[in-house]
């Protein structure tokens, strides 16, 4: 009995320790320490990663940003496009209808013309013939007229031939008054018209101006909106590139994510396994060393068998309760005066006024900038505030929207009043100076001589 009961203590050492060796096997396969060294390396990978899409994610902040002010830029170009689109639309327009004045004027001018060539006829046709009833009575003396009044057979025909002679006398002097009166007439209406078609015209090449500014600044803003749209398409493809990129660095990240938590269920699993390791360990030298303490105590007798027997049952109670208390422990664990001599009379915008209102007879010029030489009404604006030291538009079109709007009754000298394909410079009293037409040239006009579109201020 006793040495049967020996051998199962050896045997239970031997399966102690090849327990011991099983749970070991992992831990010598991939020790705590190296796993926790693979952790840091992917820790650091994903750290890393995590930089560098946080610099992709500022790359692709800073392209869609751009794209976006491309974007706006764009808009606004696409808006000016159309507003000067529509202006030119309105210009062209405008230049048709001044075109058609033209023709209409010239028609009246010539059918005036034909009717002052007969007024001028009949005029003739009558002071010819009071010429003739003249030089019948008045001619011949004092005695012819005496001979027709005498020539009644009575006082009464007397007096009537008197009289009669008299209303003759009248007629013709009033028939001639009413002829040059009717002719005169007609030739202030034929000045008139062709003032009238002069300042048509003088407007139609200011119009004309005014369509070929709009077209080149059409052109440029057609070219700057090209060029955005270029830009647009750069920036979004960039944006797009960045993008593809953080989507592919949060998969990585993802992916390193998944390893380093795999990687942390390794280590747990391995510190489990180790401390299941030494715990076994533990237990095969306690079991040995109770098993050489048996040994050496191990009677001949019976009683000391049973001894033996109680004291290893003993034994066991108390492994498989210090053994309960590790596991437990475990789970716890040009002669004319200069700009500048007017600096002294008056405001700046007086200033102005009087320094244009000097030019006043001088020619009007299509497409000239000279006030002495001749300018037409922007370039006439365009030079007088140039001489003062600023910098206005060459066109009436763009006279309109430079400076500050104000109303026309808040007009004051120097201010410039905007018209349809024409411009001024109000000098006050409601009244303009400006280079009007090539019949008329520079000269003083009152502003409301027609509808005015707009009143800025320069000074």
């Not at 028609?107 to 013939?129: D, F, L, P």
């Not at 955005?228 to 949060?250: D, H, S």
């Not at 030494?278 to 050489?292: G, N, S, V």
Request: glycine fraction near 6%; charge should be negative; aromatic fraction near 6%.
């Amino acid at each position: 009995m006793h040495k049967k009961n020996k051998w199962v203590r050896y045997l239970a050492a031997f399966l102690s320790l090849v327990l011991m060796v099983w749970a070991a096997e992992p831990v010598m396969a991939s020790s705590v320490s190296d796993l926790e060294r693979e952790k840091r390396e992917i820790e650091q990978r994903k750290k890393d990663a995590d930089a560098q899409r946080q610099q992709e994610q500022q790359r692709y902040n800073n392209a869609a940003g751009k794209a976006s002010a491309i974007e706006s830029d764009a808009n606004e170009v696409a808006e000016e496009i159309e507003e000067i689109d529509a202006a030119l639309v309105e210009t062209i327009a405008s230049v048709e209808m001044i075109e058609e004045e033209i023709g209409e004027k010239e028609e009246q001018i010539e059918e005036t013309t034909a009717e002052c060539e007969e007024a001028m006829a009949v005029e003739q046709q009558q002071y010819e013939a009071m010429k003739l009833r003249i030089k019948y009575m008045y001619e011949k003396g004092d005695s012819t007229y005496l001979e027709i009044i005498l020539s009644g057979k009575s006082f009464s025909d007397i007096i009537n031939k008197v009289e009669y002679v008299e209303k003759l006398y009248e007629y013709d002097r009033n028939m001639l008054a009413r002829y040059q009166e009717a002719r005169e007439a007609v030739e202030a209406l034929k000045a008139r018209l062709e003032e009238e078609r002069s300042e048509l015209e003088a407007q139609q090449h200011e119009l004309e101006e005014e369509k070929e500014s709009l077209e080149i600044i059409l052109d440029e803003k057609q070219a700057q909106y090209d060029n955005y749209e270029v830009l647009l398409a750069q920036a979004r493809q960039e944006a797009a590139v960045y993008k593809a990129n953080i989507k592919k660095q949060n998969e990585a990240i993802r992916k390193l994510e998944s390893e380093a938590a795999d990687k942390q269920s390794q280590i747990e699993e391995a510190k489990r396994l180790e401390e299941e390791a030494r715990r076994a360990q533990e237990l095969a030298l306690q079991r040995q060393a109770e098993m050489e303490a048996a040994e050496k105590n191990a009677g001949g007798n019976s009683s000391g068998n049973s001894g033996e027997s109680n004291s290893g049952n003993s034994g066991d109670s108390g492994n498989s309760s210090s053994q309960e208390s590790s596991s437990g422990s475990a789970s716890s664990s040009s002669g004319y005066a200069s700009a500048s001599s007017y600096s002294g009379s008056g405001g700046k915008g007086q200033q102005i006024a009087n320094y244009a209102c000097q030019f006043i007879g001088n020619p009007y010029v299509p497409g000239g900038t000279s006030l002495t030489e001749g300018a037409d009404c922007s370039g006439f604006v365009w030079r007088v505030y140039k001489d003062f030291g600023y910098s206005v538009p060459r066109t009436s079109y763009s006279l309109r929207s430079t400076g500050t709007g104000v109303s026309y009754s808040e007009a004051q000298p120097g201010d410039v009043i905007c018209y349809a394909g024409h411009v001024g410079i109000y000098i006050g009293n409601g009244q303009i100076v400006h280079a009007s037409t090539q019949r008329s040239g520079i000269k003083i006009t009152t502003a409301t001589y027609k509808e005015i579109l707009s009143v800025r201020r320069i000074v």
